[in-house]
């Protein structure tokens, strides 16, 4: 089965930063498109960060410059490193995949469309 575990996440000030990381399992996560989102209470899930099976990089327009995922192919985990963290960036963070590629037509970024599969979520607050 495969299993997505966020963690990570917790409460900061303003300027501060955390590093969240996504545990995987049950599938060759080098394969899949892997992406970082967040929805904020009464907000849009949108994307925050992706990394496609061959390296390439993208980042939502919010977060570009603040932001960095990376990931440990040998432990099967993925990272989302926030600096510079602002109050607007307080939401549930969720890890997600893909087995096509990130710019397959099916996969919409933005929204999180194509994404099946989904981590629980870790919440980051941020306090001006």
């Known amino acids: 089965a495969i299993d997505i575990v966020e963690s990570g996440g917790g409460s900061v000030e303003a300027g501060g930063s955390l590093n969240l990381s996504c545990t995987v399992s049950?599938?060759?996560?080098?394969?899949?498109?892997m992406g970082w989102f967040r929805q904020a209470p009464g907000k849009a899930l949108i994307g925050v960060a992706r990394?496609?099976?061959?390296?390439?990089?993208g980042y939502g327009d919010r977060v570009k410059g603040r932001f960095t995922i990376s990931k440990d192919s040998a432990k099967n985990i993925l990272y989302l490193q926030m600096n510079n963290l602002k109050a607007e960036d307080t939401a549930k963070y969720s890890c997600?995949?893909?087995?096509?590629?990130?710019?397959?037509?099916?996969?919409?970024?933005?929204?999180?469309?194509?994404?099946?599969?989904w981590g629980q979520g870790t919440q980051v607050t941020v306090s001006s």
């Open positions: 997600a995949a893909t087995a096509v590629r990130c710019q397959h037509r099916a996969v919409q970024f933005d929204s999180g469309r194509g994404f099946g599969y």
């Open positions: 990394i496609d099976s061959d390296g390439e990089i």
């Open positions: 049950g599938f060759l996560y080098d394969t899949y498109c």
